[in-house]
């Protein structure tokens, strides 16, 4: 059982309107949240985490002053706010305004309008990112397992490694593209790779493929977390011996289970 609570839990709404603050209040409330706080815009609610750092953040997409993903840029360029989950509420699908909040890692993107059932589901979503559950690994303990992780974001690579740390996972390393995971692969040996899809010098497929074809740990197993939508080149990674593929942003409950499963 979990030590945090959702009643423990200080949540702030960052919104606008404020018939839709009435409305998210009104079911975090009966969801078990009784301290929320709330922020018209991004200037108000930094200033408000400057005095009372909240343990998330929910806000709309479209704000005075500043849109929801520059809020969550300036908050992962602050050591005082950079680990503080966010959860995104916007109807935009456009690629331009998304992949950045993917990237920074965000607990949630809601659709907007949404349901009590899923704003429910990503405010448990944000319990298992505060404390996940350790993993169960039969032979092996977590704190023996050798990890890359590979990601050219670096807000993403330490939302990652923050999830595994809290798992038990403590031998880490990390590689910003595939060409620097390729040497940091042929110096060290890793009982699971994490690897983005989409970077630069050579991408996350190419990685895969060099692993599986050319290096010594050919049956290393291999997770791949990406917010790629093509079909057919996530099926290709499935025939390419990838153990799971996860969408941006990702269940910290499923990817728990994933590892306990490919590593158990």
Do not use: C
């Amino acid at each position: 059982m979990k030590s945090i609570q959702v009643s423990q839990l200080l949540v702030m709404i960052v919104e606008s309107s404020s018939t839709q603050q009435r409305i998210v209040t009104g079911w975090l409330q009966d969801m078990g949240v009784h301290q929320i706080t709330h922020a018209s815009d991004g200037e108000e609610a930094l200033e408000q985490m400057r005095t009372t750092p909240p343990d998330l953040v929910i806000s709309a997409m479209h704000l005075p002053g500043m849109t929801g993903t520059e809020l969550i840029q300036h908050m992962r360029e602050s050591q005082e706010f950079v680990d503080i989950p966010f959860m995104l509420v916007s109807s935009e699908t456009s690629y331009r305004y998304l992949e950045p909040l993917r990237q920074a890692g965000v607990i949630a993107i809601l659709p907007k309008p949404f349901t009590a059932e899923q704003l429910h589901k990503s405010l448990f979503a944000t319990l298992d990112f505060l404390e996940p559950n350790q993993l169960q690994l039969g032979t092996y303990t977590p704190d023996e397992i050798r990890v890359l992780l590979v990601d050219d974001m670096y807000t993403a690579r330490r939302f990652m490694r923050q999830v595994l740390e809290k798992m038990g996972i403590v031998k880490i390393r990390e590689a910003e593209n595939g060409i620097q995971a390729r040497d940091i692969i042929n110096q060290d040996y890793f009982d699971l790779i994490i690897t983005d899809y989409n970077m630069p010098e050579m991408d996350g497929g190419e990685l895969i493929n060099y692993i599986r074809n050319e290096s010594s740990q050919g049956g290393v197993p291999i997770l791949m977390v990406t917010s790629a939508s093509d079909s057919s080149r996530l099926a290709a990674f499935d025939q390419s011996g990838v153990a799971a593929v996860f969408d941006k942003p990702f269940d910290v409950e499923t990817l728990r289970r994933i590892v306990e499963q490919t590593l158990g």
